[in-house]
């Protein structure tokens, strides 16, 4: 998985989903770390239940985050084109996989930061909520809010990101299968230096160092320390498998944390 300049589309088209009363994801409880974000590990819904695929006029658009009974949070650059038209984006879990889809959510209304700009060179404010209906996430299999970080997080914090991104830069898709990278904090000077741009308290970096990367298609997933979702996938560098790190919209960035608030009531 890595970076999120653009979003990927992968094409496929859930012209079959089913309710979550209908069906089950097929892995249920059990956990693998076999396979290879980019050179993630495979791993299975039930252990990241906050995670969610966000689609758009039927092809996968970015990841995203469940976190209250009726929000999701995701990047703004993967909504903000339809913001006024939020029937053309579903959200679907419950699955390891995106071909597989067990829950089908509606987004009801999408709210983008007030001060995100796409044309921003910064790409500060890079958060979006999504709602879907009251309670739209309750009870369903594999599917339960991850609570927002409280405090910041040192330089050095061993965190992680699952997405259905870019898993092999030669075959340029999307994972079908949801893969997992482990990450550590960078500091914001570090990264600074490497993107010659000012990190600001709006966001955080992080890297793993070992071609474990975020890639396309990553965008909106949620970058998790400490059990709690730290920040929210925003962009990097390509190829997926440099040393640089990724960027993230910051959830206790002041801007940010106050936005999530305003918009999701937590």
Not at 26 to 53: A, L, T
Not at 239 to 248: D, G, H, I, L, N
Request: with cysteine; glycine share 8%; net charge positive.
């Amino acid at each position: 998985m890595r970076q999120v300049i653009g979003v990927v589309l992968l094409g496929l088209i859930f012209s079959q989903a089913v309710t979550a009363e209908e069906a089950t994801d097929p892995e249920d409880d059990r956990v693998s770390h076999s396979g290879r974000i980019i050179n993630g590990n495979k791993v299975k819904i039930s252990k990241y239940k906050h995670s969610v695929s966000l689609w758009v006029d039927g092809r996968y658009f970015c990841g995203a985050s469940i976190i209250t009974l009726r929000h999701a949070l995701t990047a703004a650059h993967c909504v903000n084109s339809i913001a006024s038209t939020p029937s053309r984006a579903v959200l679907y879990g419950g699955s390891t996989y995106l071909d597989n889809p067990v829950v089908r959510i509606a987004v009801r209304k999408i709210s983008v930061h007030p001060s995100y700009s796409p044309t921003s060179a910064s790409r500060e404010y890079d958060v979006a909520v999504l709602r879907a209906p009251k309670n739209a996430f309750q009870g369903k299999p594999n599917m339960a809010p991850i609570k927002l970080q409280g405090s910041e997080v040192s330089v050095g914090a061993n965190c992680y990101v699952v997405g259905w991104g870019w898993y092999d830069n030669n075959v340029a898709q999307a994972s079908n299968h949801l893969r997992h990278t482990s990450l550590k904090i960078v500091s914001d000077s570090d990264c600074s230096q490497i993107f010659r741009k000012v990190i600001t308290p709006n966001q955080i970096c992080s890297v793993n160092g070992s071609n474990k990367e975020v890639c396309k298609g990553d965008s909106g997933s949620a970058l998790v320390c400490g059990g709690r979702l730290t920040g929210v996938v925003s962009h990097g560098r390509v190829p997926c498998t440099s040393a640089a790190p990724t960027v993230y919209t910051k959830v206790v960035g002041p801007s940010i944390r106050s936005f999530i608030r305003s918009q999701a009531g937590i």
